[in-house]
């Protein structure tokens, strides 16, 4: 099915700046989708907020409102990694980010997570 392993995450003042990279390996060559998805605790993964996301093959970008012209997802086709730069951030950006790749077929992969944390 692939895997996905995410990194990047760390401590960040408000206002500042991370970059998250989702490194997908294996069997991806029917990927459609690959979304970042955050989640705050207590909350369970599949439930976590969509943040941004693209599809696979054209690259197409999708945000969630709170994040447009914040945040910025990017392939690079070559690595096979999807980055999310986060800038400008807010404690309410704060959590756990789980990348999440849609096969074709209907299948469903998760990365193991990356924590964010945003001070004041």
């Known amino acids: 099915q692939g895997q996905l392993v995410e990194s990047g995450g760390g401590l960040v003042q408000a206002g500042g700046s991370l970059r998250l990279a989702c490194e997908a390996s294996?069997?991806?060559?029917?990927?459609?989708?690959l979304g970042w998805f955050r989640q705050t605790p207590g909350e369970e993964r599949d439930l976590g907020d969509f943040v941004a996301g693209l599809t696979w093959r054209s690259g197409r970008q999708v945000y969630a409102d709170s994040v447009k012209g914040r945040f910025t997802v990017s392939k690079d086709t070559a690595n096979a990694t999807v980055c999310l730069q986060m800038d400008s951030q807010r404690p309410e950006d704060a959590g756990g980010y789980y990348c999440?790749?849609?096969?074709?077929?209907?299948?469903?992969?998760w990365g193991q997570g990356t924590q964010v944390t945003v001070n004041l």
């Open positions: 294996g069997r991806i060559n029917n990927a459609h989708t």
């Open positions: 999440c790749l849609d096969h074709a077929e209907g299948t469903r992969i």
